[in-house]
């Protein structure tokens, strides 16, 4: 018999947890099961379409203005540009060219597609309220690594195999 890493007892084949500590001994598999993305390949995911957008954005030199004196933050049509991207790419494919690579979909809980409505109210967040998105999400829903705006428009972020 296999034992815990954790506490070094023993536990049968196919259990998930330990019975002794609790600690996750196998992953769980079957029917209906989905893999939940964590927060760093959610942050790789966005870092590749960060590159990608800013690549673009910066040889289409749309024009924008300062939000704060100092600081080159802009907000203009790049935001704009960046918001339609996001959602469609989540409405249509259920993924950006980011999640494509880290093999991640952003899905309703039940696991259906996006409607455009669920994909617009998560981009929102994504591209212009970001900071405040995330750290809501992290403290408030945890359990399912959402940002707010996931829970706002109840979507998750999955591993594909």
């Known amino acids: 018999m296999p034992h815990c890493d954790q506490c070094g007892t023993e536990y049968k084949e196919g259990d998930v ?9 196998t992953k769980p598999s079957g029917e209906g099961y989905v893999e939940l ?43 704009v540009l960046e918001f339609l991207y996001f959602m469609f790419m989540d409405h249509y494919y259920g ?18 597609s996006l409607s455009l409505v669920d994909a617009a109210i998560e981009s929102f967040g994504k591209v212009f309220l970001l900071p405040f998105d995330f750290l809501i999400g992290y403290f408030m829903y945890r ?19």
């Open 17 to 25: 947890y330990c019975p002794k500590c609790g600690a996750q001994v």
């Open 37 to 79: 993305a964590t927060w760093t390949q959610r942050f790789i995911s966005l870092v590749i379409d960060g590159i990608i957008l800013g690549i673009v954005l910066s040889v289409l030199n749309l024009p924008g203005y300062r939000m704060v004196q100092g600081i080159n933050i802009k907000f203009g049509i790049d935001n």
């Open 95 to 112: 993924q950006s060219i980011g999640k494509k690579v880290m093999n991640l979909r952003i899905t309703k809980e039940g696991g259906a």
């Open 143 to 161: 359990d399912k690594n959402q940002r707010l705006f996931n829970y706002l428009s109840d979507t998750v972020v999955i591993r594909e195999e």
